[in-house]
């Protein structure tokens, strides 16, 4: 079975700074996915980026990029010029792309206060 | 809106009440899932279904919850005698078929149960 790992339970940045959440994962498999969501306060969960572990390239969505590791298995996410409506609880989130059950994994998130 | 609703949002009751609650997906998805998320926890998954089909249940999916989806629209999520413990988010998400989506999971906004 597969774990995933969030190490910050809360940050907080001021406006505008970039802030790195971290997130470890463990898995036995060699095709999966990745995913950072959102959940604001009081609303419904968001996918923010996602990543397909074949790829080697980094995804990257506007100011929300990821570094991903696969041997070390980690999968961080920066959010650059951060704005105060990224305040939220973000989750980490695997996903097994072969066969058998998929939903997700999460891990059991970071709350990022954005400072104003 | 055509996102995933949830019914009702809030539900407060006394132990050992039944409780049930609706998901209505995205029309064209046809899975659907559940998850349980406590407070400072990420989502954990209970169940999901491929149309009117339930293909997985969670260990955590006592035999006090059942779960449905009769005509592969929406579904229902029942609690009978409620306990204490019982006390989450329920979420509902829908998703396409797995190789249209990657995973991507999208999320209603949750029915919140507190059994007093």
């Known amino acids: 079975a597969q774990t995933v790992t969030q190490s910050q339970p809360e940050m907080s940045v001021q406006e505008a700074e970039t802030v790195t959440l971290s997130c470890t994962y463990d898995t036995s498999e060699n095709n999966y996915y990745l995913f950072w969501y959102k959940q604001p306060p009081s609303r419904q969960m968001i996918l923010v980026i996602r990543?397909?572990?074949?790829?080697?390239q980094n995804a990257t969505e506007n100011r929300f990029s990821v570094n991903f590791q696969k041997a070390a298995k980690s999968f961080s996410l920066k959010i650059s010029d951060s704005q105060l409506g990224d305040t939220a609880m973000y989750f980490c989130a695997f996903v097994y792309s072969g066969g058998g059950a998929d939903g997700l994994t999460f891990g059991k998130g970071t709350h990022l206060i954005i400072q104003p | 809106d055509t996102g995933v609703s949830q019914d009702p949002r809030h539900k407060i009751t006394k132990r050992g009440q039944n409780v049930t609650f609706r998901c209505d997906p995205i029309?064209?998805?046809?899975?659907l899932y559940w998850y349980r998320q406590t407070l400072g926890q990420g989502p954990e998954f209970l169940t999901y279904?491929?149309?009117?089909?339930?293909?997985?249940k969670s260990r955590l999916l006592s035999d006090r919850f059942s779960a449905e989806r009769p005509k592969g629209s929406f579904s229902t999520l029942e609690i009978q005698r409620t306990e204490q413990g019982d006390s989450a988010m329920y979420l509902c998400a829908s998703s396409p078929s797995r190789q249209a989506a990657g995973g991507e999971l999208f999320f209603g906004e949750g029915s919140r149960l507190t059994v007093l």
């Open positions: 279904f491929q149309n009117e089909a339930q293909l997985e």
């Open positions: 029309s064209e998805h046809n899975r």
């Open positions: 990543q397909e572990a074949y790829k080697q």
